[in-house]
């Protein structure tokens, strides 16, 4: 193994931080949410008038606990203050005049841009992944309006101290000259486009191996399955790691060399709160992710991202004593309840992965005689010999996984139209 490669597993953005052991992580988090909610709270006239509705004073907040009192802010409330008081909606934390840019994201949502970008989580990500200062890194993340590629990336790789190609998307056959003349070995951007990286280098007649040099990957803003990273891990020789995060909030999760989890970076706080009760929930128990950042410049407290995930805290092996998230498991707004239980897509996913056979399916939940009825609708890759037996395996996959009972129906091969929803609610309540 070249020594490059030894090294690249071992190493953190911030050492002490990261590895703080919990009683300390303890008091340093809350010690920060003091500050940043008293702050927010003089700066921002948004974060006010939230604490003021709910008679709630900066003094009031002494631990994360006590940040469950705060209201969530949705996506949907952001967008519609920013509209009324653009461009931050009375989020901001300082003026706008000191800003270095605004970005707009669809919806559309503005972000500030700060002079100097000091958070954390992207490097700590990418640090985690293996890259190391003096490394060649390509971004192909959109430069344009948006914030991550720029204001995100872009600033991170600076910080670690990396040389950044600014690429964007789209023109494959240029990034891949890029990448073989400059032997770029560091890659940015969602797993999808490396992939047809691979695809586009070899129809040139390349060997990813030996005429790429590439030895690290972090991609974000899609999902990564396990099959596509080990599929690129093995075709160039690199690793790959994941990061997810808002354009709001910035990151809030990255993986480490283990691939446990997604760690929370150490200048947010991640609450896992349940979608109905809007309380938050223990760890190992789904919920939508709530997020509150230490960024004075967009302090912005009890963010609804609007995914939903899982907290995990048992320690991991890498050394990080962060909390992790599990996996991201979906949009709240493809999640439901079916007699009274809450489930979502990644459960979905989850069943129909212990069934090789399923090439593609729907969950469809319907209403008969005034009680829920779920059914997984499947098209099979083959005609199986056994449908009877193969349905109740299914049946019972999706008792252990989702705690609720399901029926299957297999349906012919097309017959779930592309981009369907993995769960169709079509429960009407007349
Ligand atoms: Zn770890």
């Excluded at 970005?103 to 640090?127: A, C, F, K, R, T």
């Excluded at 770029?184 to 969602?190: D, E, H």
């Amino acid at each position: 193994m070249p020594k490059e490669m030894l090294d690249r597993p071992a190493g953190f953005f911030k050492k002490n931080l990261e590895t703080m052991d919990p009683e300390k992580r303890f008091e340093y988090i809350n010690r920060r949410l003091q500050g940043i909610v008293k702050y927010a709270y003089r700066h921002s006239i948004a974060t006010k008038n939230k604490m003021d509705s709910v008679g709630l004073k900066p003094k009031d907040i002494r631990t994360v606990k006590d940040l469950e009192n705060i209201p969530i802010t949705k996506k949907a409330e952001l967008m519609e203050l920013q509209k009324r008081n653009p461009p931050l909606g009375g989020f901001g934390g300082i003026p706008i005049h000191a800003l270095r840019r605004i970005y707009v994201s669809p919806g559309p949502l503005y972000e500030p841009g700060e002079i100097e970008y000091d958070e954390l989580g992207w490097s700590q990500g990418m640090v985690a992944a293996g890259f190391r200062p003096g490394d060649i890194a390509i971004n192909t993340f959109s430069y344009h309006m948006v914030p991550f590629a720029l204001q995100m990336i872009d600033n991170s790789l600076h910080r670690i101290g990396c040389v950044t190609i600014p690429a964007g998307i789209g023109n494959t056959e240029q990034q891949v000259n890029i990448l073989k003349a400059l032997k770029v070995n560091a890659y940015c951007g969602t797993p999808s486009f490396l992939l047809n990286i691979a695809e586009k280098a070899e129809e040139m007649g390349l060997d990813l191996m030996k005429d790429l040099n590439l030895k690290v990957g972090f991609v974000a803003t899609e999902m990564l399955p396990e099959s596509l990273r080990s599929r690129l891990e093995e075709q160039f020789g690199m690793i790959i790691r994941q990061g997810y995060g808002t354009a709001d909030i910035g990151c809030l999760g990255y993986e480490c060399i283990k691939k446990n989890g997604m760690h929370v970076p150490d200048d947010k706080i991640v609450e896992i709160v349940d979608p109905n009760t809007r309380k938050r929930v223990g760890p190992g128990k789904p919920g939508e992710i709530v997020a509150t950042t230490f960024n004075k410049v967009y302090p912005l407290i009890r963010f609804g991202t609007g995914d939903l995930s899982i907290l995990t805290e048992t320690p991991c092996p890498c050394g990080r004593t962060s909390p992790r998230l599990v996996k991201i498991l979906g949009r709240m707004d493809q999640s439901t309840k079916v007699r009274g239980l809450f489930i979502h897509p990644g459960q979905a996913d989850e069943v129909v992965l212990k069934h090789p056979q399923i090439s593609r399916y729907q969950v469809v939940v319907t209403r008969k005689e005034h009680k829920d009825e779920m059914t997984f609708h499947v098209e099979l890759k083959e005609e199986v010999s056994q449908p009877e037996k193969l349905k109740s395996e299914i049946e019972q996959s999706i008792r252990d996984v989702m705690k609720v009972r399901g029926g299957v129906q297999f349906v012919s091969k097309g017959a779930i139209p592309e981009g369907a929803k993995k769960i169709e609610d079509q429960r009407t309540w007349e």
